[in-house]
């Protein structure tokens, strides 16, 4: 047995090298510098794409609005406000007393109108706070 030892550990260090080749190629061709940034500018567009496809329904349907503002918008808001905050304070104040509000209407059903205004202040809040860490975004216009 203990002549055997010896032959296996050279084969075992081997299997650990070739583990750690293959995760490290795993891992520096996912994480290019430049695709990082652009990957994370894509989160944030898109939660703003959300955000007004959220205002869109909640004109017509606040059920489907608020599962639309919780299961895809409201987590990347924080980010968004974070972010906001190392630029400007204020922008991401103003962002998070927006988001506050709407969550405030979607969870005390208010009337439609009121929702559809929250979510209206919230939209040019975030806007701005997207402005504010150099995130271009596309206008919203709710229907």
Known sequence: MADRLPRRVPALLLV???????????????????????????????????????????????????????????????????SAGDADRSV????????????????TSAPAAQTTAALDRLLASTREALISIGVTTSTCTPR
Do not use: W
């Open 92 to 107: 991401a104040a103003r962002m998070l007393e927006a988001k506050n509000d709407v969550e405030r209407s979607f969870n």
């Open 16 to 82: 650990i090298l070739g583990l750690a080749a293959v995760g490290y190629a795993v891992y520096s061709g996912t994480s290019a510098p430049g695709e990082t940034v652009q990957s994370a500018d894509v989160v944030l567009r898109d939660a703003y794409t959300d955000l007004c496809r959220t205002r869109t329904l909640a004109g017509s349907d606040t059920r489907q609005a608020r599962d639309l503002f919780y299961g895809k918008v409201h987590s990347p808001l924080h980010d968004i406000a974070r």
